[in-house]
């Protein structure tokens, strides 16, 4: 299970967002091949594009399988001026997805303790 502890820090550096990155591994977790996993992420990258926002609806899972295919397009010379920033927003949302659960389950606790 991912922690908080985990994250790099806000504003982390390409090294730290890359090294992050690889602590997931998408082709055993979303889709084997790298093709399908970059064809699974293409309309995902089309609304954010639009948007400038990451998607509010993905998961800690799915946003770390995006920030993996970016590292791994990174390693394969796909990477450009603005892959650490967008490594940032998924890394930021994945923070607040993170933040999220953690509210979560502590309204659940006090639920329980008032039952």
Known sequence: MLHMSDLPPVNCSMDQALEFAATYNAYN???AEPETLSAMYE???????????VPEWMGV???????????R?????YGDDST?????????????????H?????????LARGS
């Open 29 to 31: 977790q979303i889709a």
């Open 43 to 53: 309309p995902i990258r089309r609304a954010w594009k639009q948007s400038t926002e």
């Open 61 to 71: 899972d799915l946003l770390r399988g995006l920030l993996f295919l970016m590292y």
């Open 73 to 77: 397009e990174d390693r394969f010379g």
């Open 84 to 100: 650490l920033r967008q490594m940032h927003q998924v890394i930021e949302a994945i923070r607040s997805r993170l933040n999220e």
């Open 102 to 110: 953690l509210e979560d389950e502590m309204r659940l606790k006090a």
